[in-house]
């Protein structure tokens, strides 16, 4: 099965700020990683797929990108509604697999 | 807008079987695939199975052999069945729309809002 390492698991971060959060993949799994944004009591919501392509509505602020087994999720100027945990999801292989989550506070 | 439902009992015994339909509004079931995932502070997020409208099915190796994931004929809704329950398997459960990129790039793109499944006498 393949792996997928997220990190940090926590973060804190000031509005305004620019924010990364990494996912390793244990093996290749091309471009198929996409990631989610969760709030607390609610489902997951599709921000980036394919690696780089953003959700229709998602806003501009967020990005994704990859090199190799490492892929990039990048705000680049917090929100005050950005304070959440976001999950990557490799959708390449059987079984799919999910990072144990990043959560971002405030600082 | 596609919207996704969950329903199905919050409590199941031990050893017996959950059942839980997803039921889809605001579009077709038809030409996508349809996924159960789960969450639990344990295990974190877990992508169960999924279906593809036409019934063609694909599951988790760890949950293959008690797991079942079925489309009704009207093509309104789907469902889950994970027989012999035990703690480890309470959890919320989702049900997802999978849209497909290019021919390739699965990912989740409309989410039921999850019910809570616990497993206890």
């Known amino acids: 099965d393949i792996q997928m390492t997220q990190s940090p698991s926590s973060l804190s971060a000031s509005i305004g700020d620019r924010v990364t959060i990494t996912c390793r993949a244990s093996?290749?799994?091309?471009?198929?990683l996409n990631w989610y944004q969760q709030e607390p009591g609610k489902a997951p919501k599709l921000l980036i797929y394919?690696?780089?392509s953003l959700q229709s509505g998602v806003p501009s602020r967020f990005s994704g990108s990859e090199s190799g087994t490492e892929f990039t999720l990048t705000i680049s100027s917090l929100q005050p509604e950005d304070f959440a945990t976001y999950y990557c999801?490799?959708?390449?292989?059987?079984?799919?697999?999910f990072g144990q989550g990043t959560k971002l506070e405030i600082k | 807008q596609v919207q996704l439902q969950e329903s199905g009992p919050g409590l199941v015994k031990p050893s017996e079987t959950l059942s839980l339909t997803c039921t889809v509004s605001?579009?077709?079931?038809?030409?996508?695939?349809w996924s159960w995932v789960r969450q639990s502070p344990g295990r974190g997020l877990e992508w169960i199975g999924h279906?593809?409208?036409?019934?063609?099915?694909n599951y988790n190796p760890s949950l293959k052999s008690r797991v079942t994931i079925s489309v009704d004929t009207s093509k309104i809704h789907f469902s889950l069945k994970v027989t012999s329950v035990t703690a480890a398997d309470t959890a919320v459960y989702y049900c997802?729309?999978?849209?497909?990129?290019?021919?390739?790039?699965?990912?989740?793109?409309?989410w039921g809002r999850g019910t809570l499944v616990t497993v206890s006498s």
């Open positions: 997802a729309r999978v849209s497909v990129s290019g021919g390739w790039l699965y990912y989740f793109d409309y």
């Open positions: 605001g579009g077709s079931i038809s030409s996508h695939y």
């Open positions: 279906i593809y409208y036409s019934g063609s099915t």
């Open positions: 093996e290749s799994i091309r471009s198929c």
């Open positions: 394919g690696a780089s």
């Open positions: 999801h490799q959708s390449y292989t059987t079984p799919q697999s």
